[in-house]
């Protein structure tokens, strides 16, 4: 199934899986069990400043031979040191999610980086194409984290109906065997998971976390921060609550921003007082495992469902 396919090649990888850049949770060790399983491990930089990201790409060569990207967060203001690391460490794959990183792309195309920006639009893939973008990654609303408007279920079929030629990457509620062959029916060349990757063995969140997930339900999952223009999907907490009040009480976003979440918070046990970031696919979560067993799973699965589709329609 996989054989002609136009992401393997690009990247260098041996399946079409992608472990989002997750910031404050996809770090040397998450991102080299990734790439050492034949997918694409990505570094979430998030708001960390240029030593933090030199480090860890380090670690993470000393953990892997195979290919892994950085996702370059575009509202740190740390991003020009951000970019010259990438650049000068040869990280062959940047992600960009949370802004416009048409500036950056001559700085990496020169170096011979390939740029893979995250959209939540087909409109903004076609512009990033134009642009010159090697890949898109188009994520529905689905997904943890920052979100867009469009679904997954419709994103991917009208993105792909406008790109020209470069390879198209799903995310968004993209969990296991079903929902990765319902992403490439649809038009995907490679999927883009998150929250899976949160419940693995070599992830290094706290148990607490990844308890969230595995227990979480549909109606545990929720978006907070809309009136910030920002919106988030998390787990249910306390925190979330007293975001919801803020927000019903129509406090300034200024209020919000105030609260601390960037940084090492998933490391602690306390799942209350953190945005809990996961996706609606933590529903479907039941188990924590290798990102191995992840990554060989879904493809088995993926090809099965498509071939038992095949005989029933
Ligand atoms: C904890 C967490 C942190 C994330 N941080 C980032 C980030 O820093 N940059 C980014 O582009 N996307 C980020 N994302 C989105 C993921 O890279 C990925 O696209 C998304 O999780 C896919 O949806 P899924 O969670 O349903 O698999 C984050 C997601 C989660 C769950």
């Not at 990457?169 to 999927?191: E, Q, V």
């Not at 109606?219 to 998390?234: A, E, I, K, N, S």
Request: charged share 25%; aromatic share 6%; glycine share 10%.
């Amino acid at each position: 199934m996989f054989k002609e396919n136009k992401l393997i090649k690009l990247l260098g990888i041996s399946y079409p899986i992608i472990q989002g850049g997750m910031a404050g949770v996809s770090e040397a060790n998450l991102v080299s069990a990734v790439s050492n399983a034949g997918g694409l491990g990505v570094i979430g930089s998030g708001l960390f400043p240029g030593k933090w990201l030199k480090n860890e790409i380090e670690k993470t060569k000393s953990l892997t031979k195979n290919p892994f990207g950085v996702n370059l967060f575009m509202q740190n203001p740390h991003i020009e040191e951000l970019a010259k690391v990438i650049i000068q460490e040869k990280v062959p794959i940047v992600f960009t999610g949370g802004g416009n990183p048409l500036p950056l792309f001559s700085h990496f195309k020169k170096s011979g980086i390939k740029i893979i920006p995250v959209v939540p639009s087909p409109r903004l893939a076609k512009k990033m194409e134009q642009a010159g973008a090697d890949a898109v990654v188009a994520e529905g609303l689905e997904s943890g984290g920052h979100i867009g408007k469009n679904t997954t279920l419709t994103l991917i079929p009208q993105t792909k109906k406008i790109l020209e030629k470069i390879p198209l990457i799903a995310a968004g509620g993209i969990y296991d065997g079903k929902t990765a062959a319902a992403a490439f029916l649809l038009g995907a060349d490679g999927i883009q998971m998150g929250t899976r990757f949160i419940a693995t063995k070599e992830c290094l969140v706290h148990e607490n976390y990844k308890k969230r997930i595995l227990g979480a339900t549909a109606d545990d999952v929720t978006v907070t921060l809309r009136f910030t223009g920002h919106p988030m999907r998390v787990i249910k907490n306390q925190l979330s609550e007293i975001w919801q009040k803020l927000e019903e009480k129509g406090a300034f976003p200024e209020e919000i921003r105030a609260e601390k979440i960037a940084g090492s918070r998933f490391l602690s046990g306390n799942t209350e007082n953190t945005p809990l970031l996961a996706g609606l696919s933590a529903a479907g979560i039941s188990e924590i495992k290798t990102c191995k067993e992840v990554i060989e799973e879904i493809i088995k699965e993926a090809k099965e469902t498509i071939k038992e589709l095949a005989e029933k329609i």
